[in-house]
């Protein structure tokens, strides 16, 4: 089982990340005149898109990859002053429905 979620983790990661670097985005914190928005911003897309992919296969465990790192972004964006990213309540909204999926799958498991 561990080898499992291994292998499907650097599946992901091997096809991932050259998608990501090669559609040119930078990396967070790289440049002094990133503010804490764009950093914010640049560490968690990474991890969206990989929540979103996982959560296919493992829905709990990716929607809550979702989920954390959109609102861990959302709080700094909202707490340096630039307000709500409002066009990120859509893969929010995916990540919650991950979670309540997989809840709702164990429930009717037991």
Known sequence: MIARIAGTAIVIVILFLPFY???????????????AHDNAWLTAFPFV????????????TGGYMDVLAILAAQTVTYLTGYGLVLHM???LGVGVLFVVSSE????YKQ
């Open 104 to 107: 709702k799958e164990n429930e």
């Open 89 to 91: 309540l859509v893969p």
């Open 49 to 60: 898109f990989i929540g979103i992919i996982l959560g296919w296969r493992y829905p709990r």
């Open 21 to 35: 670097f090669g559609y040119g985005n930078p990396l967070p914190f790289l440049k002094p005149e990133y503010t």
